[in-house]
């Protein structure tokens, strides 16, 4: 473990497939909710959070594990690839957050997405 000003040196490459998508937020047990919830997940978990949407009374009792915010995790170095896809009704974006890091200088492109 490194501590102070050093940098952990990495040349890792992350990739990760995320998507935008609309689906129901319970809250708490006693089923408080937000019908129209929105969040960004793993794409490789779009098909359970579609039949979360579509079945949505039978999940209405407790949150569902899925449905919680998303973390992309890197280290100092790392190279991240993000595939992202909006599947809501209105464009949406991402951009990385972390010391240091300017998604102007960093990256300079937009990163909004239209919808699907």
Do not use: W
């Amino acid at each position: 473990m490194m501590y102070g000003s050093a940098e952990p040196k990495s040349s890792r490459h992350r990739t990760y497939d995320v998507v935008a998508l609309e689906v129901p937020i319970v809250f708490n047990a006693s089923g408080d909710h937000d019908h129209d919830g929105r969040i960004y997940a793993l794409a490789k978990h779009k098909d359970a959070l579609d039949d979360i949407r579509a079945n949505f009374p039978r999940y209405a009792t407790t949150p569902h594990p899925l449905v919680q915010p998303l973390v992309l995790r890197a280290c100092a170095g790392d190279t991240v690839t993000i595939t992202f896809t909006n599947y809501l009704k209105q464009p949406v974006g991402i951009h990385l957050v972390g010391d240091g890091y300017s998604v102007v200088a960093d990256d300079g492109r937009s990163s909004t997405a239209s919808p699907t």
